[in-house]
C-alpha cells in the first residue's frame, strides 16, 4: 500500500500528457481516494457490502489508512459464527480488488463495469475463502436497505395510521444506485378512509402515488419496495389479496405502471423501508403535507445518514462483544 497503485493522477507525474479524468465517472482527478472511496461506482459496491464511504472518510481520512486498520491489531479476532477479521479483511480485498480490475477493463478495453456481476463475483470469491462471512452480512440485509442498479431509482412507500384521531399518513423516498435521496414526499390524510381497512386503504394509495410520480417523472427502470406484503403480491398476481374495497386502486395501479418501461414491485421488510415510515408518520404528526427534492431538511437529511452509519455500527459492535467474550474466557 506504499502508494504504489498505478492510478492517472500518479502516472501523470511522470507523464504529463496522461489524460487524469477518472475512466469511470469522469471525476477530474483519478486518486486512490477517488478511485476506490469517492467515485460513485466505488460507493455503490462498499454500499453494497454494507460499508458506508462517509463513515469510513470520517474515521480514517483516506483510502491507505482505512487499509492499514484491517491488518492492525486484533487481525484474530472473532465475531459472528465464528468469523473471524481475517475473513472480513478477505471480503474488503476482493471488493477493493474488483473496483481496480472494473477500472483497468474501462480503460483498456473500454469494457463499462457490470455491478450485478461485480457484486456475484465478490459473493463467490469471498465464499469461496470464507463460508460464513455472508451469515454475517445477510442478517444485515433484512434491517437494511439495499441500493438499485446504477441506471435504475428506487422507491420506498409507506403508510401511517393512528385509530384514536383517524389521521393518517403517506411517506415516500426515492434513491439512485449510490443511495443520494432524489426526493421525499409525505401526505396528511385527515379522516375519511374506509372503516378497518386504512393501513392497507393508505398503502395502496401511497404506491399509487409513487408509479404517479415515476410516470410523471418519465423515468425508465423504477423499483418500487413497500412492507405492505399483501399490496405487492396483489400487484404481482393476478390475483388480488387486498379487501375488495381497495381493490380498485390496486387495479389503477396496474394501469399506471403499464405505461412504465421497466418496473419491479417488491416487499421488503419493515426495517428495510423505516426511511419511508418515518416520512409518513412525520406527515401524520405535523399534520401537514410536504415534498422536497435532493435539497431535503437538515432533520430528514440527518435520518437517512443516521440508517447508513447504523449498519456498519453494528459490525464493530459485534465485533468489540466477541473480542470481549474472548478475553473473559482466556482470563
Ligand atoms: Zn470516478
Not at 462498499?46 to 470520517?58: F, K, S
Amino acid at each position: 500500500m506504499k502508494d504504489i497503485i498505478p492510478t492517472r493522477d500518479k502516472l501523470s507525474r511522470y507523464k504529463p500528457e496522461i489524460d487524469v479524468h477518472c475512466s469511470l465517472c469522469n471525476y477530474p482527478a483519478e486518486t486512490i481516494d477517488h478511485l476506490f472511496l469517492k467515485c460513485p461506482y466505488a460507493r455503490s459496491i462498499w454500499l453494497a457490502v454494507n460499508i458506508n464511504v462517509g463513515t469510513i472518510l470520517t474515521h480514517h481520512g483516506s483510502f491507505r489508512n482505512w487499509v492499514i486498520s484491517w491488518f492492525s491489531a486484533g487481525t484474530n479476532i472473532t465475531f459472528g459464527s465464528n468469523i473471524t477479521r481475517q475473513d472480513i479483511n478477505n471480503l474488503l480485498m476482493v471488493a477493493a480488488w474488483t473496483i481496480w480490475k472494473d477500472r483497468c477493463s474501462k480503460v483498456f478495453q473500454n469494457i463499462n463495469p457490470n455491478r450485478l456481476m461485480s457484486l456475484d463475483n465478490i459473493n463467490n470469491l469471498s465464499n469461496s475463502n470464507v463460508q460464513q462471512v455472508t451469515n454475517v452480512i445477510r442478517p444485515l440485509q433484512d434491517i437494511k436497505w439495499v441500493p438499485p442498479d446504477n441506471d435504475c431509482l428506487k422507491f420506498n412507500i409507506d403508510a401511517s395510521f393512528k385509530k384514536e384521531t383517524l389521521q393518517g399518513g403517506v411517506g415516500l423516498i426515492v434513491r439512485d444506485f449510490v443511495g443520494t435521496c432524489i426526493g421525499v414526499k409525505g401526505i396528511y390524510i385527515d379522516g375519511g378512509m374506509k372503516d378497518g381497512i386504512e393501513v392497507e386503504e393508505l398503502e395502496c394509495k401511497a404506491l399509487k402515488d409513487a408509479v404517479n410520480l415515476a410516470v410523471k417523472m418519465k423515468l425508465k427502470k423504477v423499483i418500487f419496495e413497500s412492507d405492505g406484503e399483501t399490496l405487492i403480491k396483489s400487484i404481482n398476481e393476478p390475483d388480488s389479496y387486498v379487501h375488495w374495497m381497495n381493490q380498485t386502486l390496486i387495479l389503477d395501479i396496474k394501469f399506471l405502471l403499464s405505461s412504465l418501461e421497466y418496473w419491479r414491485c417488491v416487499s421488503v421488510r419493515r426495517k428495510a423501508n423505516c426511511n419511508a415510515d418515518k416520512l409518513a408518520k412525520r406527515a401524520r404528526v405535523m399534520r401537514a403535507s410536504f415534498s422536497h427534492g435532493s435539497d431535503l431538511p437538515h432533520e430528514i437529511q440527518v435520518w437517512i445518514d443516521q440508517r447508513l452509519f447504523y449498519n456498519e455500527l453494528i459490525l464493530i459492535n459485534r465485533m468489540f462483544l466477541h473480542q470481549k467474550k474472548k478475553k473473559i474466557t482466556q482470563n
